[in-house]
C-alpha cells in the first residue's frame, strides 16, 4: 500500500469533466426548482384571486431583478428538463461511451442556454 497517499482531496485542484459538471448542474437546478416552488405557488394564487392582486404581482414582476431571478428558474427548468433527456437515454443505454456522453454533456449544455436565451428574450 501507498504511504503517500494525501489525507485528504484538495478539491479547488480536482479538474472536473464536462458531463459531471452537467451532473453538478443538474442537481442544483433541480434544487433550485425545488426551493422556488413555493414561490411559484404563491404567484399562481395572486394571479387568480383577484383583478387587484394580479396587478399587484405583474407591477412586482416588471422590476428587473424579479425578471432576472425568473429568467434564472427559466434556466433552471430548461436545464433540468434537458439533462433529464441526456439521464433517461443513457438509463436507456444509449450514449454510455465516453464521446458520446461528453457530446451530448455538450448539447444540454447549448440547448439549455440557447433555449433560455430564446425564451427569455420572448418573455422580457
Known sequence: MNKQRPKHLALHLIKLPLPGFVSILHR???LLLFLALPLLLLMLQYSLLSIETYTRLMDMLAHPLAKLMLLGLLWALLHHFCA??????IDLGYG?????ARASSKVVLAASLLLTVLLGAKLW
Open 28 to 30: 442544483i437546478s433541480g
Open 84 to 89: 433529464g433527456l441526456r439521464y433517461l437515454a
Open 96 to 100: 454510455v461511451q465516453l464521446a458520446q
